[in-house]
């Protein structure tokens, strides 16, 4: 049966005009932009065969462009539909921070580190540098590191900060093993950081680990 024939009640499109995105299983969303499915499968029993096949969303989805359109039913025109979707979400979630409102939402931030550090197979150390009213001004990459972990020196930490005029900093960095729980050597580099920021009054407001789910925050722990 095509998905046409489908009560309209279950039909992807209609379900997501009536109900909102939120109501669409995962598959039911990679379906929308699969438009269609291959031989013997509709486009959801299709995205629902991919999921299965690399045990999730975000596992599928953090394919390289040229990778995805290697897969079954994904040819070169969705996989750069589904590229786009992702780098369309990514800058929707940074585009805030990037107009320079003040930063509002502790989890905005720890949403926006995800976002931009989770994906990658290597650890990255990356500073969001912010103004007196708690506005972005600049977020940088610092330190890169192989799969194992990245050196991070608290002196460069502080001469950007001093660079930027910055009045607070958050923190983050990666997991790539998935495992976002601080480990003995972050927290020390938290109460470091901290320490070397105090003495040119720079604030440090949190300190993010990204890895699976959402990131841990150091402040909600109370080890800042």
């Known amino acids: 049966m095509h998905i046409r024939d489908w009560p309209a009640t279950e039909r992807p499109?209609?379900?997501?005009?009536?109900?909102?995105?939120?109501?669409?299983?995962?598959?039911?969303?990679?379906?929308?932009?699969?438009?269609?499915?291959?031989?013997?499968?509709?486009?959801?029993?299709?995205?629902?065969?991919?999921?299965?096949?690399?045990?999730?969303?975000r596992p599928l989805l953090d394919h390289e462009p040229r990778a995805l359109l290697r897969l079954r039913g994904i040819g070169p025109a969705r996989a750069c539909l589904l590229a786009a979707?992702?780098?369309?979400?990514?800058?929707?979630?940074?585009?805030?921070?990037?107009?320079?409102?003040?930063?509002?939402?502790?989890?905005?931030?720890?949403?926006?580190?995800?976002?931009?550090?989770?994906?990658?197979?290597?650890?990255?150390?990356?500073?969001?540098?912010l103004d007196s009213r708690h506005r972005a001004l600049a977020f940088e990459e610092l330190f890169r590191g192989t799969i194992d972990g990245a050196e991070v020196h608290p002196r460069i930490v502080v001469q950007r900060a001093l660079a930027h005029g910055a009045a607070a900093a958050i923190v983050g960095h990666n997991h790539p093993s998935g495992n976002p729980e601080p480990s003995a050597a972050d927290r020390a580099l938290t109460a470091r950081l901290?320490?070397?920021?105090?003495?040119?009054?720079?604030?440090?407001?949190?300190?993010f680990v990204v890895g699976d789910g959402a990131p841990t925050s150091m402040a909600e722990r109370g080890l800042l």
């Not at 379900?15 to 499915?37: I, T």
């Not at 409102?101 to 540098?129: I, M, N, Q, W």
């Not at 901290?194 to 300190?207: E, G, K």
């Open 194 to 207: 901290r320490q070397a920021l105090a003495l040119v009054d720079v604030r440090l407001l949190d300190h």
């Open 85 to 129: 979707a992702l780098e369309l979400g990514r800058r929707h979630l940074a585009a805030g921070l990037e107009r320079g409102e003040a930063l509002t939402d502790p989890g905005a931030a720890g949403r926006y580190f995800a976002r931009r550090l989770r994906a990658l197979g290597h650890e990255v150390f990356a500073v969001l540098y």
């Open 13 to 57: 499109r209609e379900k997501l005009l009536a109900r909102g995105p939120g109501a669409l299983s995962d598959a039911e969303l990679l379906a929308l932009f699969l438009g269609s499915g291959c031989a013997g499968q509709d486009a959801v029993s299709n995205a629902r065969a991919l999921l299965a096949a690399h045990a999730g969303l």
